[in-house]
């Protein structure tokens, strides 16, 4: 880490404003962008202009650390040109973030073009130790930067509260907000990029290791590690001895255990001399073997009693790479440590794009499955799907269940528009509930869902435009037994059958919002934060509720009771 000089700070930045001058174009934009996000109003850019800078600044970083080793300016040129063009033509033009799915690739691609900061410039042979040194130094001076950034941050922000209440100034709220950005977009970066390795400095061999890392790794990694070895080795004698197969849950431990043992390797990377990291690097990959073949056991065991999904299919490709560098490191005693995140991003990359992604498998085999269930229930006939609301087709309960849940996932992860044209749907209110109702899934008995305590809470931040409404009933609660929430000389509000009833008593009319789709929502699908906002705000006649929280004990999706409701209503 270099020391602060304040003589040599002109010439630091000079020369990170040659060497990252893309990068921090797109760090300024976002910058920018967060002034006026938090100062002007009126301004409100597409999802999609921030995922590009987002993304950008990734892709930008990555490929300044490449040119490092390119001098021919002709070739420089397109090796920028190019991949920016392409992270332009994907933000803009197929990425849709209102999509779940799409959102989960997002985040898949920022991961695996961060790992390449890794390894962009050690594809040479005989560069581990340059390697180590290069990735434990990006990585601490991330920690510093961020504990440096956090302090400044702070500082300023408490400065600040003390002049506004010691001085009575009525500081507003954006200029907190300002100082953030000013640290956290600008500041920081800065700082950051000012002491990654300069050009010169990228192919040391000598290692500066401290006792941190040693304490760290030797001390609170391994002991944590043989923990955890231990329990999962008695759990394999266990099933072995019983002859059961194994619990789904323990492909989290597995997982937990070997990227937790490769870290550990990385570590104590140049302790070469010491026994116990001979021993790791020798034989963690073979007594990590029999646990990646029960972590397989388990995931086929969560896959054949639930069902694929996007999330067990990223798991099942990562117990496969487990597989190949376990034995790629049993191999070669772990002497070339790069390969694993080299392999890791180059897999994760490429499972989250095309039409081999995880996505698109998942989709296919869903589709799959609903048509399957649809047709031999009759309720999909000449590609179109047959309306029982009256329930004229009798469904069986398992059944019921099973289409519920493959339905909700399928239209809260792929989106109305891939439900619309797969399964040629052309009502107009659509929703995961109001799918399932015009199928006559709803009705189903209550024993076979499972008993489960459901919690929402409306995000922050949300705009409303409430320019036709002129009165606000503000903070509405419920509790167990109440019935009557709200009275007085004009309107009534009161929960009634699992209703909430607005009632104009000067007009006489009544507005009335079933909590039923609601609860059957979240029961089924209750991480969604985008589907639940959309839940938690409805309009209908002359009002508007927003419902700020809800909880309910749910026995199944149509077998519940309410226990916390807090709400507000606008009326026209």
């Known amino acids: 880490m270099k020391k602060l000089n304040f003589k040599s700070l002109t010439a630091d930045l000079v020369a990170v404003a040659l060497r990252f001058h893309i990068v921090l174009v797109f760090v300024f934009g976002l910058a920018i962008m967060a002034f006026l996000e938090i100062n002007d109003k009126k301004f409100e850019p597409e999802f999609n202009v921030w995922s590009y800078f987002i993304l950008s600044v990734f892709v930008s970083f990555s490929l300044s650390l490449l040119l490092d080793n390119i001098r021919n300016i002709w070739l420089r040129l397109p090796v920028f040109v190019i ?56 990585s601490r001076e991330f920690v510093i930067t961020l504990i440096y950034t956090s302090i400044f941050q702070s500082g300023l922000s408490l400065a600040i509260y003390a002049v506004d209440m010691l001085f009575d100034v009525k500081i507003a709220n954006e200029v907190y907000g300002n100082v ?27 290692p500066d290791y401290g006792k941190f890392l040693k304490i760290l790794g ?32 323990v492909t989290t431990l597995v997982s937990v255990l070997a990227l ?24 963690f990959s073979l007594l990590l073997l029999p646990l990646i073949v029960l972590m397989t056991i388990g995931l086929a065991r969560r896959i054949s009693d639930y069902g694929l999904s996007i999330n067990r299919l990223y798991v099942l490709v990562f117990n496969v790479w487990l597989y190949g560098v376990s034995i790629y490191l049993l191999l070669t005693q772990s002497k070339h440590l790069r390969w694993l995140v080299v392999s890791f991003a180059a897999v994760l990359f490429i499972v989250s794009i095309g039409p081999w992604s995880v996505f698109a498998v998942t989709k296919r085999a869903i589709e799959g499955e609903v048509t399957s269930l649809l047709v031999e229930n009759k309720l999909f006939i000449n590609d179109k799907l047959i309306e029982n609301k009256d329930n004229k087709m009798a469904v069986s309960d398992t059944v019921a ?17 891939n439900w619309r044209t797969t399964f040629q749907y052309k009502q107009k209110d659509i929703g995961a509930y109001e799918i399932t109702e015009y199928l006559g899934l709803n009705t189903s008995k209550t024993s076979l869902f499972k008993s489960k305590y459901i919690y929402a809470n409306l995000s922050e931040n949300r705009v ?30 009161e929960v009634v059958k699992n209703q909430i009833h607005i009632v104009n008593l000067k007009k006489n009319t009544l507005t009335a919002f079933p909590l039923q789709k609601i609860v059957s929502e979240l029961y089924l699908n209750d991480e969604n934060e985008t589907a639940n906002n959309k839940l938690l705000m409805q309009k209908k006649g002359e009002c508007l509720l927003i419902i700020n929280s809800i909880s309910a004990d749910c026995k199944s999706s149509t077998n519940y009771e309410i226990r916390e409701l807090n709400f507000s209503v606008f009326i026209k």
Request: with cysteine; aromatic share 22%.
């Open 83 to 138: 991949p920016l063009a392409l992270v332009a033509l994907y933000c803009f033009k197929l990425f849709n973030h209102k999509v779940e799915w799409e959102m989960m690739q997002y985040g898949a691609l920022i991961f695996s073009i961060f790992l390449s900061f890794y390894f962009v410039l050690y594809f040479r042979k005989n560069s581990d130790h340059s390697f180590w040194i290069f990735a434990e130094t990006i």
């Open 180 to 206: 953030a950005v000013f640290c956290y977009l600008i500041v920081a970066p800065i700082y950051y990029l000012m002491n990654i390795p300069p050009k010169e400095k990228l192919y040391e061999t000598t």
């Open 401 to 417: 269940v099973q289409l519920s849940d493959k339905i909700h996932y399928y239209y809260n992860t792929y989106g109305e528009q």
């Open 464 to 493: 409303v435009d409430i320019n036709d409404y002129s009165l606000m009933l503000a903070k509405l609660e419920m509790g167990d037994k109440d019935s009557l929430i709200f009275k007085n000389k004009d309107y009534k509000v």
């Open 218 to 249: 030797l001390y609170v990694f391994l002991p944590v590690l043989g923990i955890y070895l231990v329990i999962l080795y008695f759990y394999l004698f266990k099933i072995i001895i019983r002859w059961e197969l194994p619990n789904g849950w």
């Open 260 to 283: 937790g043992g490769y870290l550990a390797k990385f570590l104590l990377f140049p302790l070469t001399e010491n026994k116990i990291v001979i021993f790791l690097n020798r034989y």
